[in-house]
Antibody, heavy 119, light 112 residues
Framework: AVQLVESGGGLVQPKESLKISCAASGFTFSNAAMYWVRQAPGKGLEWVARIRTKPNNYATYYADSVKGRFTISRDDSKSMVYLQMDNLKTEDTAMYYC??????????WGQGASVTVSS | DIVMTQAPLSVSVTPGESASISCRSSKSLLHSNGITYVYWYLQKPGKSPQLLIYRMSNLASGVPDRFSGSGSETDFTLKISRVEAEDVGIYYCGQLLENPYTFGAGTKLELK
């Protein structure tokens, strides 16, 4: 079965950095685009970042709200995707979901990693 | 950015009856390849979102056929026939045509 497991969330202060990870299994990871979507407390879904596959040069895309501060990356040998978050702001507080294009875009979701940015 | 507008924001349904949720995009989601890139997700209370419908009208794996999606280039509908207790949650439409991907604000479905 397709499974995505996030880790690395936590409480950080504004301007600090945090890296969250997502371990994938149950599908051909190297063939799948990967995404991060976040949800602030009591709010809706916000797409954060996307990374394509090797044939597509691992192209990356970001929401304007995180561009220049967040970096998505992947390690196909480990079936892992990462989100490096720098210069964090209080408005980045959210549950961060890892999603995959196992068969079609965003058809698989993890349980989420909670990130709280507060002084 | 493409704006996705959902209506209503909440709906109360008697079990066994049907429900419809509308979603409108600020730009056509019809690609030149003939595919319309609108997706529907359900987030059950306390859970992660799950895919229901992809490319406007295709049922995701494991999703009951009580769910169906339809629409045009900018106006889309999710229909739930014979609503059950397990259908409670927040429904989101999303566009995956172009970056940045965007979602509607969500429609909360409750039971009467």
């Amino acid at each position: 079965a397709v499974q995505l497991v996030e880790s690395g969330g936590g409480l950080v202060q504004p301007k600090e950095s945090l890296k969250i990870s997502c371990a994938a299994s149950g599908f051909t990871f190297s063939n799948a685009a990967m995404y991060w979507v976040r949800q602030a407390p009591g709010k809706g879904l916000e797409w954060v970042a996307r990374i394509r596959t090797k044939p597509n040069n691992y192209a990356t895309y970001y929401a304007d709200s995180v561009k220049g501060r967040f970096t998505i990356s992947r390690d196909d040998s480990k079936s892992m995707v990462y989100l490096q978050m720098d210069n964090l702001k209080t408005e980045d507080t959210a549950m961060y979901y890892c999603t995959a294009a196992a068969n079609t875009p965003m058809d698989a979701w993890g349980q989420g990693a909670s990130v709280t940015v507060s002084s | 950015d493409i704006v996705m507008t959902q209506a209503p924001l909440s709906v109360s349904v008697t079990p066994g009856e049907s429900a419809s949720i509308s979603c409108r995009s600020s730009k056509s989601l019809l690609h030149s390849n003939g595919i319309t890139y609108v997706y529907w997700y359900l987030q059950k209370p306390g859970k992660s979102p799950q895919l229901l419908i992809y490319r406007m009208s295709n049922l995701a794996s494991g999703v009951p056929d009580r769910f169906s999606g339809s629409g045009s280039e900018t106006d889309f509908t999710l229909k739930i026939s014979r609503v059950e207790a397990e259908d409670v949650g927040i429904y989101y439409c999303g566009q995956l045509l172009e970056n940045p991907y965007t979602f509607g604000a969500g429609t909360k479905l409750e039971l009467k």
